[in-house]
Structure formats: structure tokens, C-alpha cells
């Protein structure tokens, strides 16, 4: 786990379409309209997604939304996923403090992050990481509080972008239909 300038992600970024627009008090990222293939949202009543017809959504509660999101990074993970927050490293951090306390390679890791709180600089996972991602994946979801603690989540492989709100909803865009159907095995039964 690393932390890597904004600048070596946006290519990266640019090549799968994913634009970023900054809110009042967030950034948004979506997928551009030319390289969208299939949007899907988990969600329920709590909080819904909103999207319109053009959305496949699936209704389920937190703790299915967070075994989707961890079968869905699984299938997804296969080298490298790079996250960024909605707003600033230092919501999500004191998020998931106390969750992921029992985690040593995320204190290791939260310890030398300090200096990068008040950024939005992307976070680099390896794959050797997917433990310490999933752990903290579950902690913002269950410890977060609205969108200002939410996430966003690639992989540097393939044209797939999760937008992760704790406690949901929970938004992926793909850019090929392949790809969706294959995600979508992790929360569609």
C-alpha cells in the first residue's frame, strides 16, 4: 500500500473514461457516455441509488452490500487497485480507526500517512494487499457516515469504477458488458 501523486493516474483515468467533476464538498468521479457499458447500483430503502431506468440496481442490506463489494474486488483485484476518497484521506481515516486497529499492516501503514490526510492523492493496493483492502472496505462501511466518507475504487486493469458510500448505496460503471456480467456474479442471485 502506497500513496502515488494524482498525476500518475490520471492517463490512467483518461484511457478507461473516467471523468472527475468536483462537487461543493466532494469530488465525483463517473464514467464518461462513450465508454459506459453497464451501470449497476446496490442499495435499499435506507439509501436509495436514484439512477433511472438505464441502472440495473439490487436492493440488500449493508452486510450484503459489503460481501458484494468484497466478491466484486475479488473478481476485480487481480494486480493492482488504486482508491481515492470523495473529499479528503483524513474522513475516511478517522472512519475506520478503531476497526482497523487489529490490522497491523494498516497501522504500519497509518502511521506514516499523516502527511497525506489532507490530500485526495490516490491510494495504490497491491495485490498482496486485498486483506488490508477488504478489512478497510468493511470498517468504512460499517464505522462511515455519508458521502463525505465514501470511496472510489479501480483497478488498474480493467474499465470498472465502484463508488463506495458507507452504509450505500454502493455504484459501479463498467466499460464492457463482459466485465458487468462477470462482477455482477458477486451480488446477483
Not at 498525476?7 to 459506459?36: F, H, P, R, Y
Not at 455504484?171 to 466485465?179: I, P, S
Request: with cysteine; net charge negative.
Amino acid at each position: 500500500m502506497e500513496f502515488i501523486p494524482e498525476q500518475e493516474v490520471i492517463e490512467l483515468m483518461n484511457d478507461m473514461g473516467i471523468v472527475k467533476a468536483a462537487a461543493e464538498d466532494c469530488s465525483q468521479l463517473s464514467m464518461s457516455a462513450d465508454c459506459l457499458s453497464a451501470k449497476h447500483c446496490l442499495c435499499n430503502d435506507d439509501t436509495p441509488c436514484n439512477e433511472g431506468e438505464d441502472t440495473f440496481c439490487k436492493d440488500m442490506s449493508t452486510d450484503e452490500m459489503i460481501q458484494a463489494i468484497i466478491g466484486s474486488i475479488h473478481k476485480l483485484h487481480g494486480g493492482q487497485t488504486i482508491m481515492t476518497p470523495a473529499t479528503k484521506w483524513r474522513s475516511v481515516f478517522d472512519a475506520v480507526a478503531f476497526s482497523m486497529a487489529g490490522d497491523e499492516s494498516w497501522q504500519e501503514f497509518d502511521a506514516t500517512a499523516t502527511v497525506r490526510l489532507n490530500t485526495q492523492d490516490p491510494l495504490l493496493f497491491e495485490s498482496s494487499d486485498e486483506h488490508t483492502l477488504n478489512g478497510l472496505i468493511t470498517a468504512l462501511m460499517n464505522d462511515g457516515e455519508g458521502e463525505e466518507q465514501g470511496v472510489f475504487i479501480f483497478p488498474t486493469g480493467a474499465p470498472v469504477l465502484v463508488h463506495i458510500v458507507p452504509g450505500g448505496p454502493v455504484k459501479f460503471w463498467f466499460g464492457t458488458q463482459a466485465l458487468a456480467d462477470e462482477v455482477s456474479e458477486a451480488y446477483v442471485s
